[in-house]
């Protein structure tokens, strides 16, 4: 993953952990953060307080976030510190929607009952959107947020959107039968785009 912060600063997240590259020409390398190795690193992203978070879809479980002068653990007791976090989002409203895998979960069926779901990081609180809340799977990959509120999810188990309350799904079958939804977009239409791990494209109207 590649950021460039809102003070200019390139920061690079890299199977060695992150490099920053600062405007005033000073290359920092950071392979440890509160004494863990963070190798690889693999998501970052920037919230509307200028915080950086980094998370690891494989290297190390949980989500570190830097506020300009320290860094801090996302969720410390919550389930989020065994989960692999490979994605990270950030909505229309400032809310950060962090996906993952349990570390210890190997197999991954279409409607899995682990698995830690998407999890909305609002003010310190998290907020787990999983079965129990609707989606048809806890192995949730791609997370995008319509213009009209509307939240989409990619999981194991196919496509889903929430919008005004109201759950709609699209199964794996509906969707030619492809492999979990592993990313996705909405274009200027609203249609929804999404793509499997192996390379099937496809697109659903709204």
Known sequence: D????SNGSLWLATGGGIRVY??????????RILGQA???????????????WACSGGGFTGVFKWNGSRWEKVGVGKP???AHIH???????????LLGIYRDMVVISPTDQEGPGALMYENGTLTRWGIEEGLPSN?????VEGSDGSRWFGTSAGLSRWKAGIWKHWTLKELFSTDRIFTMALDWDGQAWFADAKGAVGVVST
Do not use: C, H
């Not at 192995?139 to 997370?143: E, N, Q, S």
């Open 80 to 82: 989020i510190e065994r």
């Open 2 to 5: 590649i950021l460039l912060a």
């Open 22 to 31: 600062r405007k005033n020409g000073t290359v920092n390398t950071i392979e």
């Open 38 to 52: 963070i190798r690889p690193t693999t998501g970052l992203l920037e919230d509307r307080r200028g915080s950086i």
């Open 139 to 143: 192995r949730v990959f791609a997370f």
């Open 87 to 97: 994605r990270m989002q950030m909505d229309r409203n400032g809310r950060i929607w």
